[in-house]
Structures are given as structure tokens and as C-alpha cells.
């Protein structure tokens, strides 16, 4: 059964950084655009941080992560990482890796994405 694992959360002060990775087995990620999505506190709903395509073609950036987050691909390694600079307590949630396994651009509905990982706590003291 293939699976999304991220891992690289935990609890930073603001003005600091993480880094986050997503990795999968045994599933080839080399194929598809790959998004790390941000869940805030008592939300239900999934929001786009960052996704990138095939090959590092081309990346997209929500607006607040512009600037501040850096997504990137070692399809060597099988994994996607997302460095986030310059966090704010309004960081603070659970960010997932997502597989959209249809689609070859990045897609911003969180409904569009069948592969999912458990997600990664971030928390942002200020």
C-alpha cells in the first residue's frame, strides 16, 4: 500500500525555520506535481501553501508563503521538501503532502487530490 510520510514539524519561535520533507513508498513522486497543504487550527478546510510540478518546471506559492517558503523536489530521493524562513504564529497548523495522481499542473482544490500523508504539526510560539 504506498504511502505519503512527512515529517520535519515541530514547535519554532517566530522569526525561526523548518523544514519540512514529504517522501513516499513505495510510490515514484518523479511523476507527479506534489503540494504541501496547510490545515489551521479548528478548520476543516485545506489550503494550497506551495506545490511543484514534474521536474521542478515550475513551482506556485499562496500568497503568504511567497518570499518565506521554498518548495523543492530530490526525485532521487524520492522527496519533496518545503523550506519555511521567517514563520509567524499564524503558521501554526498541520501541513500535509498531497499527490494529485491526474493531473500534470498544480491544482489548488484540495478536493482535486487522492493521495494524501497524515500531516506534520507546526507550532509558532510568538
Known amino acids: 500500500q504506498p504511502q505519503l510520510v512527512e515529517s520535519g514539524g515541530g514547535l519554532v519561535q517566530a522569526g525561526g525555520s523548518l523544514t519540512l520533507s514529504c517522501t513516499a513508498t513505495?510510490?515514484?513522486?518523479?511523476?507527479?506535481?506534489v503540494t504541501w497543504f496547510y490545515q489551521a487550527p479548528g478548520q476543516d478546510h485545506r489550503d494550497l501553501v506551495a506545490c511543484i510540478t514534474r521536474f521542478g518546471r515550475s513551482t506556485e506559492y499562496a500568497d503568504n508563503a511567497k518570499g518565506r517558503f521554498t518548495v523543492s523536489r530530490d526525485d532521487a530521493k524520492n522527496t519533496i521538501t518545503l523550506q519555511m524562513n521567517n514563520l509567524a504564529p499564524g503558521d501554526t497548523g498541520i501541513y500535509y503532502c498531497?499527490?494529485?495522481?491526474?493531473?500534470?499542473?498544480?491544482?489548488?482544490?484540495?478536493?482535486?487530490?487522492?493521495?494524501w500523508g497524515q500531516g506534520t504539526q507546526v507550532t509558532v510560539s510568538s
Open positions: 513505495p510510490f515514484p513522486l518523479d511523476w507527479y506535481p
Open positions: 498531497a499527490v494529485d495522481r491526474i493531473d500534470r499542473q498544480c491544482q489548488w482544490e484540495s478536493d482535486r487530490y487522492d493521495f
